[in-house]
């Protein structure tokens, strides 16, 4: 259950919503088992601080970046799987560029 928790945490990690605290979740669960698991947590939240920390120190120019930065995975990953191509076909638009080279 742990290893599932922590695969959907790190694939939702870019994306709004609670990534991180899945990611955390996941680890936490495993770590009531595995002593790697533990130490993993712990300086996996370690990294997370000092990350935050960094990033509230920085000018907006460079938040404004790496949201932006965030925003291209998002959108580029959602492309990928096809999520645009299927919302443009529920409502009837046949654009071809909108389709994942993929799908």
């Known amino acids: 259950m742990g290893t599932a928790v922590l695969v959907a945490g790190i694939i939702a990690i870019p994306y709004p919503g609670p990534g ?52 291209v995975i998002v959108l580029t990953t959602l492309w990928l799987v096809n999520v645009f191509g299927l919302i443009a076909g529920w409502v009837g638009l046949r654009w071809d560029w909108v389709r994942s080279p993929l799908a």
């Open 20 to 71: 991180w605290l899945i990611l955390f979740a996941g680890l936490a669960i495993l770590g009531t088992e595995f002593q790697w698991a533990q130490q993993v947590l712990h300086w996996t939240r370690a990294r997370y601080d000092s990350w935050t920390a960094w990033l509230r120190r920085q000018s907006p120019a460079v938040r404004v970046a790496v949201i932006t930065g965030t925003g």
